[in-house]
């Protein structure tokens, strides 16, 4: 028990849970940036793992967050088990994302089981699912400006279906674009 500033009584597990509310993650679009390859032809070729892999840069916090929460669930060959995805993410978001919410995000990459993640590509679903979960949460015309997408995100991302006409590409990577 502890005395707080108003003179009331309070246990540790009271100011455990009002600690754990200030400390959590503020959902960003500016965390993150996602490019499109330069002949769009090459999203035929791509899975929504290598894309998010290659086509993602996080800024530094974003990378100290994510490897501190990849060591903690990586096996010993360095990488990051499938089963372990959902658990890892829920630590990148300090528990305060549903875990339904989580495996839509999950869905939407349409992995094996059997898939293991290196560093880079945790990093580019973490940063997406960051993103999903700012649409989400999120109002765009309420969100602060220092939140919001890079200009030239937003440049790359105009017209977006018009840049995709003729082009092949999987179903899950395109609703994948559609979220970012």
């Given at each position: ?43 035929e070729r791509l899975t929504p793992k ?12 974003r990378h100290v967050l994510y490897k ?45 089981t059997n898939t293991k993640l290196t ?62």
């Open positions: 028990m502890y005395e707080n500033s108003d003179g009331f009584a309070a246990n540790l597990e009271e100011q455990s849970r009002a600690y754990s509310r200030v400390n959590s993650v503020i959902l960003s679009q500016q965390a993150s940036r996602f490019s499109l390859p330069f002949d769009v032809k090459d999203f290598v894309y998010l892999e290659k086509f993602c840069k996080i800024n530094n916090r501190r929460v990849f060591d903690k669930y990586k096996d010993n060959e360095g990488e990051l088990p499938f089963k372990f995805l959902s658990d890892a993410l829920a630590d990148a978001y300090m528990g305060t994302i549903d875990t339904n919410y989580i495996m839509e995000v999950i869905n939407l990459l349409d992995l094996p560093l880079s590509e945790f990093e580019g679903i973490a940063a997406f699912s960051e993103r999903y979960f700012f649409n989400i949460f999120t109002r765009q015309e309420n969100a602060e400006p220092q939140l919001q997408k890079d200009v030239l995100e937003k440049l790359d991302f105009s017209s977006l279906n018009w840049k995709l006409i003729g082009v092949n590409i999987s179903p899950s990577l395109r609703q994948i674009l559609r979220h970012i």
